[in-house]
């Protein structure tokens, strides 16, 4: 593991347990050329990948026929304006009105441990576990330098990169960035089919996967959020790859507003992936002395299939990105009031719920939406973080205070971004929301967004959170978001600043989380976006978990939560058992079913606990004794997906074995009964193959390599939307 520099050669080589990644410095005009990205290689011997002899370029050196060097040579961060005419990083706008950029190398640095971020999220790591490399590129013309930052890890599969730009004055007083990506993959085509996470409210996070064609695909969002319709991931798979088997190239970007992930084949069947910020509206002006950092990319390639993959991002997640005293911690089983209560509500009532779960065993009641200003529905109020004393009489105090003597801990909902028309804050500031002078902004579940890039803005929401968090014993937030930016104005920047403005929203929302990270280290934060619209790196920097979706039913949840965990870890996913008919579907499904795939994520309730039959109440106890049994390893344990509702439209099944492969948990969810059906077979992953497991319950014992290669049989169940769990122990 670490970073090499070939020194004769000028070849960079960065190494993780099974995976090289190597680029170098090209001789005519000092580019830098990606080589190699796969396999773990020994040696560096690798600069003929970049076929910089061959046609189409002219062999005698390249000068003649520099565009078509540029537009077909492999590189690692290729700019615009010169003769690249595929898909690339940086574009910029000089005060001349030129977009003319070309980086060569100048210098690099290779050393232990790996740097922060200024203001945004980042993997993080030490000394004794990462090895960074900085790679510095200059535009001499421009007086522009790009350094080019790169991670590995010591026992992962993963690489992380990031960029920072600087204008160091030497020749243009003001540089206009238009576009300032950070990362790029270039690679022939291999017959590649490009994997994505696409949805919409309610159902985010769903697989798509397609042959990689000519020309440009991929995702983005233009929404100023990373979005419900998309999230900043992509991945490179060969044709036969599947769980287990297969090659998997995957970006994913640790950022929370609009971004662009792009794969590209071009003429000569080579491609080329991008990742970062997303170009829609964006320039920033860049002044002498001044630089601009570009969030960071993780990279994951996976010769083991997908699994491998996912198994990877949950490590470096779990070890390199959650923070904070919740990190490795089984969270309060909450009792979340929306479903059971929307907007009606006072302390009675909460009080009310929270004994009824208290007593089955819940440990926290979150009070959602409704308890401030003048908050009877979602026309209203936001922005008027005082408490509605006429429905909490005794405000927040009296309500934790009760809650805390019954035994329960108490959280709350807030959307501090917001502003309502309809709100004492509004009327107070109306130019504190977001908007284009002299046009009506659009309104999304009637309310804007505030301009939080004024530091006034900034405070006063700050002086309401802290003010709220202090006011009683508050041990939870939900911190939502409910709707997308649009009509991009702000009161407080330039003209030739405005373009800034979706970028420095997202940087205030991340100095707003960090500072309530900081102030309030033992709140345990969920971030929330209209269900999973904000579910991204860059949040689970700031929270350990992310609500995943409004859509709570069990059998909806399948395929949402399949396409999160692809990528996140299961103790991330916000996820409870509700009451049914299901509130966004209709459909009924047995309690039980609820509490097994609530259990795949954070586990807790969203009802009206004093209204649940004989039949509920009889089972919660049994179900939050397996979260507690459980939760350890949902959270800490290695991730399988044996099946997908998705694919086979017959049943779900997932596992989580533990690290020392000791114990493993089968959920396997029948979402359609079929007439005269034997047992199925499942297959289980990432057992100890010499072995022998008990099937908890009965006295069946197994080899880890018969589970692995024979399978578990799995009868048949009576109905649709049933579920089971089995357990595997291994026998001392
Ligand atoms: C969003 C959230 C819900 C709930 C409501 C409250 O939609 O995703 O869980 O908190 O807001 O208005």
Redesign the pocket.
């Known amino acids: 593991m670490g970073i090499f520099y070939d020194e004769k050669n000028r070849i960079f080589k960065l190494d993780t347990p099974h995976t090289s990644y190597l680029m170098g410095v090209e001789d005519d005009f000092g580019y830098l050329l990606h080589y190699y990205y796969g396999p773990r290689l020994h040696g560096t011997d690798v600069s003929y990948l970049a076929r910089t002899g061959e046609p189409p370029y002219t062999p005698d050196r390249n000068g003649r026929d520099k565009l078509s060097f540029l537009d077909s040579a492999p590189f690692e961060y290729p700019t615009g304006g010169v003769g690249d005419f595929r898909t690339h990083c940086l574009e910029v706008c000089t005060a001349a009105g030129h977009n003319a950029v070309e980086a060569g190398y100048r210098r690099h640095s290779i050393r232990k441990g790996k740097k922060s971020l200024p203001g945004l999220p980042a993997t993080f790591g030490g000394e004794e576990d990462c090895t960074a490399l900085t790679v510095t590129l200059a535009d001499d013309v421009l007086g522009l330098e790009i350094d080019l930052e790169y991670t590995v890890f010591e026992d992962l599969d993963a690489i992380t990169r990031s960029v920072c730009v600087r204008n160091t004055g030497a020749k243009e007083p003001v540089v206009y960035l238009t576009k300032v990506l950070s990362a790029c993959l270039d690679m022939d085509d291999r017959d590649f089919e490009l994997l994505t996470l696409h949805g919409s409210w309610a159902r985010e996070r769903i697989i798509q996967r397609l042959p990689l064609g000519k020309g440009r695909q991929g995702v983005f969002s233009e929404r100023g959020e990373t979005s419900h319709q998309a999230q900043p991931f992509l991945a490179l798979l060969s044709p036969d790859a599947t769980q287990t088997g297969g090659e998997v190239y995957a970006m994913h970007l640790v950022w929370s507003g609009n971004f662009e992930a792009q794969a590209e084949v071009d003429q000569f069947d080579q491609v080329r992936a991008v990742m970062g910020v997303g170009p829609y509206h964006f320039r920033w002006k860049l002044a002498a002395g001044e630089s601009f950092q570009a969030p960071e990319v993780v990279m994951v390639y996976s010769r083991q299939g997908l699994g491998a993959m996912t198994r990877t991002f949950h490590d470096l997640y779990r070890n390199h990105l959650i923070r904070g005293q919740w990190k490795d911690k089984r969270r309060p089983v909450l009792l ?1 009031s ?1 479903e059971g209560a929307y907007f009606d509500f006072d302390t009675e009532k909460l009080l009310a719920m929270a004994r009824a779960g208290a007593e089955l065993g819940m440990e926290m009641l979150v009070m ?2 409704g308890w401030f200003g003048d908050r009877r529905d ?1 026309n209203r109020a936001l922005g008027d973080w005082f408490v509605n004393e006429k429905k909490l009489p005794g405000g927040l105090k009296r309500l934790a205070d009760e809650l805390n003597a019954m035994g329960m801990k108490f959280g709350i ?1 807030m ?1 501090p971004e917001m502003v309502s028309p309809d709100s004492d804050l509004y009327r107070a500031h109306p130019d504190w929301a977001i908007q284009v002078p002299g046009r009506r902004a659009g309104l999304c579940r009637n309310q804007y967004v505030l301009d939080l890039t004024r530091r006034e803005v900034l405070e006063y929401v700050w002086g309401r959170i802290e003010a709220i968090l202090t006011s009683a014993n508050i041990e939870y937030v ?1 911190w ?1 978001m ?1 709707r997308q930016l649009s009509d991009m104005g702000s009161f407080a920047l330039d003209s030739d600043r405005q373009g800034e403005l979706y970028h420095r929203y997202v940087l205030a929302v991340y100095e707003l989380q960090e500072r309530l990270c900081q102030r309030f280290p033992h709140v345990l934060l969920e971030n ?4 999973g619209a904000r579910y991204d790196p860059g949040m689970l920097y700031y929270s350990p978990q992310i ?1 995943c979706s ?1 859509d709570t039913d069990a059998i909806e949840r399948l395929a949402i939560q399949e396409g999160t965990a692809l990528v996140y870890p299961l103790g991330t996913m916000g996820a409870h058992v509700s009451a049914c008919p299901n509130h966004t579907v209709g459909r009924t499904t047995p309690f039980e079913t609820r509490g097994h795939v609530a259990l795949a994520g954070t586990f807790g309730y969203e009802l009206d606990s004093t209204r649940l039959t004989e039949e509920e109440r009889a089972q919660i106890p049994g179900q939050i004794a397996l979260y507690h049994r459980f939760n350890d390893l949902v959270r800490a344990g290695d991730y399988y997906r044996l099946a997908s509702f998705r694919e086979n439209h017959a049943f779900d099944c997932w596992q989580v074995t533990s690290k020392d492969r000791s114990a493993a948990l089968v959920t396997y969810v029948q979402v359609l009964a079929g007439a005269n059906r034997h047992s199925r077979r499942i297959c289980l992953q990432g057992l100890d193959g010499s072995a022998r497991y008990r099937l908890e319950g009965t006295d069946r014992v197994f080899g880890g390599d018969t589970l692995m290669y024979g399978g578990l049989p799995v009868e048949p169940m009576a109905g649709d939307h049933r579920s089971k769990l089995m357990i595997l122990i291994i026998e001392k």
């Open positions: 979340n929306w959602d939406d979602d909902w959307e939900k939502d409910n929330c976006s209209g269900g609500w409004d």
